[in-house]
């Protein structure tokens, strides 16, 4: 399921080489039909993700810069993709975390606990729990969030977007229910987010909308 692009991109292109004008069928696909958006008012931007794909640890240290520096009238979000039980167990995990208003907080360190010396296991509710009272969560309270009816609801919503939007790896980036960006043929995560900008231009040209300063 996951995309074997994050090697290649790196070894392709260099950040900041000039990229030409994305295209449709090569570096982006239109949705049909568009998918609505959770973000009134806003150009939505959804990250697909999993805590166990390498390629998304890797995009992180990208992609996280490129947020901060969002204009206002673009909200970011990320979705954990549902492909299996496994892509599952981590989208519970992300969901309990926000729910319980942790996830902004530990969603680097998690990362960093399950690719690197930790190997944690997001999966693993135990060894998962046990790390998050090591980080200050309070585990009562993940662990009656990560087995509540709202998470539940919310893995399901999440199965639907990843099949609305036709995601098939990980990590995708869509704009606004409207686009989705190719990212087997990018060849550098700054290629994705430039793809990524292009199409947020499209979505304000459309609409007849300039760039809200941040």
Same mark, same amino acid.
């Given at each position: +399921?996951?995309?074997? !692009?994050?090697?290649?991109?790196?070894? !392709?292109?260099?950040?900041?080489?000039?990229?030409?004008?994305? &295209?449709?069928?090569? /570096?982006?696909?239109? #949705?049909?039909?568009?998918?609505?958006?959770?973000?009134? @008012?806003?150009?939505?931007?959804?990250?697909?993700?999993?805590?166990?794909?390498?390629?998304?640890?890797?995009?992180?240290?990208?992609?996280? *810069?490129?947020?901060?520096? #969002?204009?206002?009238?673009?909200?970011?979000?990320?979705? *954990?993709? +549902? !492909?299996?039980?496994?892509?599952?167990?981590?989208?519970?995990?992300?969901?309990?975390?926000?729910?319980i @208003?942790? /996830?902004?907080? #530990?969603?680097?360190?998690?990362?960093?606990?399950?690719?690197t @010396?930790?190997? #944690?296991?997001?999966?693993?509710?135990?060894a998962?729990?046990?790390w998050?009272?090591?980080? @200050?969560?309070?585990?009562?309270?993940?662990?009656?969030?990560?087995?509540?009816?709202?998470?539940?609801?919310?893995?399901?919503?999440?199965?639907?977007?990843?099949?609305?939007?036709?995601?098939?790896?990980?990590?995708? +980036?869509?704009?606004?229910g409207?686009?989705?960006?190719?990212?087997?043929? +990018?060849?550098?995560?700054?290629?994705?987010?430039?793809?990524?900008?292009y199409?947020?231009?499209?979505?304000?040209?459309?609409?007849?909308? &300039?760039?809200?300063?941040?």
């Open positions: +399921m996951l995309k074997h !692009f994050a090697v290649a991109l790196l070894l !392709f292109f260099t950040l900041g080489q000039a990229q030409a004008q994305p &295209t449709l069928g090569r /570096e982006y696909r239109e #949705l049909s039909p568009p998918q609505p958006t959770d973000s009134p @008012g806003k150009i939505e931007v959804l990250e697909f993700f999993w805590y166990g794909c390498p390629h998304c640890y890797e995009f992180e240290p990208v992609l996280e *810069p490129w947020v901060k520096k #969002l204009p206002k009238d673009v909200h970011f979000r990320r979705i *954990p993709a +549902m !492909f299996n039980d496994e892509y599952a167990r981590g989208a519970r995990a992300f969901y309990a975390l926000d729910a @208003g942790q /996830e902004e907080r #530990l969603h680097t360190a998690l990362f960093d606990a399950v690719h @010396g930790d190997r #944690l296991r997001v999966g693993d509710e135990a998962l729990t046990e998050l009272g090591k980080h @200050g969560v309070d585990t009562k309270k993940f662990t009656a969030a990560y087995h509540s009816f709202s998470v539940e609801a919310k893995l399901k919503r999440g199965t639907q977007l990843t099949q609305a939007y036709k995601i098939d790896g990980v990590p995708s +980036m869509t704009v606004n409207k686009y989705v960006v190719i990212t087997d043929n +990018m060849r550098s995560f700054e290629q994705l987010l430039g793809a990524t900008d199409l947020i231009a499209q979505v304000r040209k459309t609409s007849g909308k &300039t760039a809200a300063k941040k």
